[in-house]
Protein backbone atom coordinates (compact mmCIF):
# COMPACT_ATOMS: atom_id res chain seq x y z
CA UNK A 1 0.00 0.00 0.00
CA UNK A 2 1.23 3.35 -1.05
CA UNK A 3 2.01 5.70 1.94
CA UNK A 4 1.24 9.17 2.07
CA UNK A 5 2.14 12.42 4.17
CA UNK A 6 -0.10 15.95 4.44
CA UNK A 7 1.58 19.00 5.38
CA UNK A 8 0.07 21.70 5.77
CA UNK A 9 0.16 25.00 9.16
CA UNK A 10 -3.81 24.71 9.12
CA UNK A 11 -5.04 21.60 11.15
CA UNK A 12 -8.60 22.46 8.90
CA UNK A 13 -6.73 21.73 5.77
CA UNK A 14 -5.12 19.05 6.64
CA UNK A 15 -8.43 17.10 7.92
CA UNK A 16 -9.76 18.27 4.29
CA UNK A 17 -7.50 16.27 2.70
CA UNK A 18 -7.08 13.37 5.01
CA UNK A 19 -11.06 12.91 4.72
CA UNK A 20 -10.47 13.24 0.67
CA UNK A 21 -8.35 10.15 0.93
CA UNK A 22 -11.32 7.71 2.11
CA UNK A 23 -11.75 4.74 -0.21
CA UNK A 24 -8.37 5.34 -1.75
CA UNK A 25 -5.69 2.85 -1.47
CA UNK A 26 -3.39 4.80 0.65
CA UNK A 27 -2.21 4.73 4.36
CA UNK A 28 -1.69 8.13 6.30
CA UNK A 29 1.55 7.54 7.57
CA UNK A 30 1.30 11.12 9.46
CA UNK A 31 0.27 15.04 8.91
CA UNK A 32 2.71 17.80 9.92
CA UNK A 33 2.31 21.64 10.95
CA UNK A 34 5.23 22.98 9.36
CA UNK A 35 8.39 22.01 7.23
CA UNK A 36 10.55 20.87 10.06
CA UNK A 37 8.51 18.39 11.55
CA UNK A 38 6.90 17.47 8.15
CA UNK A 39 10.86 16.47 6.85
CA UNK A 40 11.12 14.23 10.81
CA UNK A 41 8.56 12.49 9.21
CA UNK A 42 9.45 12.09 5.83
CA UNK A 43 13.13 10.60 6.42
CA UNK A 44 11.40 8.17 8.90
CA UNK A 45 8.23 6.84 6.84
CA UNK A 46 9.15 8.07 3.18
CA UNK A 47 6.42 8.66 1.79
CA UNK A 48 5.50 7.90 -1.85
CA UNK A 49 2.65 11.08 -1.91
CA UNK A 50 3.36 14.44 0.09
CA UNK A 51 0.91 17.46 -0.48
CA UNK A 52 2.64 19.86 0.80
CA UNK A 53 1.70 23.89 1.95
CA UNK A 54 4.62 26.61 0.93
CA UNK A 55 3.97 29.27 3.53
CA UNK A 56 4.55 27.67 6.96
CA UNK A 57 6.36 27.99 10.08
CA UNK A 58 10.14 26.68 11.23
CA UNK A 59 10.71 25.63 7.46
CA UNK A 60 8.71 26.89 4.27
CA UNK A 61 7.55 24.39 1.41
CA UNK A 62 10.14 25.15 -0.82
CA UNK A 63 12.79 24.38 1.36
CA UNK A 64 11.03 21.63 2.71
CA UNK A 65 10.58 19.67 -0.91
CA UNK A 66 13.91 20.44 -1.83
CA UNK A 67 15.12 18.79 0.95
CA UNK A 68 12.18 16.00 0.64
CA UNK A 69 13.42 15.14 -3.13
CA UNK A 70 17.40 14.73 -1.75
CA UNK A 71 15.98 12.15 1.03
CA UNK A 72 13.85 10.28 -1.42
CA UNK A 73 13.96 11.64 -5.05
CA UNK A 74 11.28 8.99 -6.16
CA UNK A 75 8.31 10.86 -3.58
CA UNK A 76 5.33 12.74 -5.50
CA UNK A 77 5.04 15.92 -4.30
CA UNK A 78 1.37 17.23 -4.84
CA UNK A 79 2.21 21.78 -3.64
CA UNK A 80 -1.37 22.90 -2.20
CA UNK A 81 -0.75 26.47 -1.75
CA UNK A 82 -2.73 30.15 -1.45
CA UNK A 83 0.39 31.18 -3.32
CA UNK A 84 -1.12 31.91 -6.78
CA UNK A 85 1.71 33.32 -8.66
CA UNK A 86 3.01 31.61 -12.07
CA UNK A 87 7.07 32.04 -10.93
CA UNK A 88 6.40 30.00 -7.71
CA UNK A 89 4.37 27.27 -9.14
CA UNK A 90 7.62 26.73 -11.73
CA UNK A 91 9.49 26.94 -9.22
CA UNK A 92 8.25 24.37 -7.14
CA UNK A 93 7.78 22.26 -10.38
CA UNK A 94 11.33 22.63 -11.19
CA UNK A 95 12.13 21.45 -7.68
CA UNK A 96 10.80 18.46 -8.33
CA UNK A 97 7.01 18.49 -7.64
CA UNK A 98 4.33 16.01 -8.92
CA UNK A 99 1.66 19.07 -9.47
CA UNK A 100 0.99 22.67 -8.16
CA UNK A 101 -2.79 23.20 -6.94
CA UNK A 102 -3.45 26.70 -5.64
CA UNK A 103 -5.75 27.33 -2.31
CA UNK A 104 -8.82 27.45 -1.76
CA UNK A 105 -9.24 23.97 -3.61
CA UNK A 106 -12.15 22.37 -4.72
CA UNK A 107 -11.81 18.79 -2.44
CA UNK A 108 -12.64 16.89 -5.85
CA UNK A 109 -9.92 18.46 -7.82
CA UNK A 110 -7.66 17.49 -5.17
CA UNK A 111 -8.58 14.09 -4.82
CA UNK A 112 -8.96 13.10 -8.42
CA UNK A 113 -5.54 14.41 -8.55
CA UNK A 114 -4.18 11.95 -5.93
CA UNK A 115 -6.06 9.14 -7.37
CA UNK A 116 -4.67 9.95 -11.06
CA UNK A 117 -1.05 9.64 -8.95
CA UNK A 118 -2.43 6.39 -7.43
CA UNK A 119 -3.32 4.47 -10.64
CA UNK A 120 0.08 6.42 -12.62
CA UNK A 121 2.50 4.75 -9.58
CA UNK A 122 0.58 1.37 -9.23
CA UNK A 123 0.72 1.12 -13.27
CA UNK A 124 4.24 1.47 -13.25
CA UNK A 125 5.86 0.40 -9.97
CA UNK A 126 9.68 1.51 -10.50
CA UNK A 127 7.93 5.05 -9.58
CA UNK A 128 8.54 4.43 -5.48
Known amino acids: ML ?12 RIIENLLKN ?3 SLVGTASNGKDALCLFQ ?11 TMPEMDGLTCLEEMKKIHPKSHIIVVSALK ?16 ITKPFIGEE ?6 SLI ?3 QAQ ?3 V
Open 3 to 14: KMLIVDDSGVVR
Open 24 to 26: LQI
Open 44 to 54: QFKPDIVTLDI
Open 85 to 100: DRETALRAIRLGAYSF
Open 110 to 115: LRAEIY
Open 119 to 121: EKI
Open 125 to 127: PDL
